[in-house]
């Protein structure tokens, strides 16, 4: 049976260090869902923080790396995908998710919100508040804000049900 994926998505070097914390505990929540946590690969920001909640908590992580290597990847990833594609793997990171979380970040969040919106993946907010940008998607449903780690999983299996293993 397919396993549950979660794409972790947000702010890599200029990540603050309470948005690193969120990611850390959001990491930590899916591994004890048993869900595959599935983000940037890097060793930066929400990137590294959630990868190390997840594995430090038993979870399995993917990363889908910009690079041709991994010398830029987190120590903290299982399975790290080479793409080589730079910003061009960020619909490789939305469509290999059944859902999206986005945390604060910059314009490569912001690209992967629009791609999951784009592709009819629902995005959850995580304490991240972007305006009216995509105010129609929040109108369907789509784009959930919410402010603790425990409501993203909290409406993750409200959204798929049993679909959230």
């Not at 396993?3 to 990611?23: Q, Y």
């Not at 990833?77 to 730079?86: A, F, N």
Request: with cysteine; glycine share 14%.
């Amino acid at each position: 049976m397919k396993k549950f994926i979660v794409g972790v998505m947000g702010g890599g070097e200029g990540a603050s260090k309470e948005v690193c914390e969120l990611a850390y505990e959001l990491g930590k929540l899916i591994a004890k869902e048993g869900w595959v946590l599935l983000n940037g690969g890097r060793q930066v920001g929400v990137m590294e923080a959630s990868a190390r909640g997840a594995k430090e908590h038993g979870g399995i992580t993917v990363g889908i790396l910009p690079d041709r290597n991994t010398e830029l990847a987190s120590s903290y990833i299982d399975i790290p995908i080479i793409t080589g594609m730079g910003d061009g793997r960020n619909f490789l990171n939305v469509m290999s998710s059944d859902v999206v979380v986005a945390l604060p970040g910059r314009a490569g969040t912001i690209s992967e919100i629009a791609l999951a919106l784009k592709n009819g993946k629902i995005v959850i907010l995580l304490n991240f508040p972007i305006g009216d940008i995509f105010i129609e998607h929040k109108q369907a449903k789509m784009l959930i804000p919410v402010a603790e780690p425990k409501d993203v999983i909290e409406e993750i299996k409200n959204i798929f049900g049993f679909r959230a293993e």
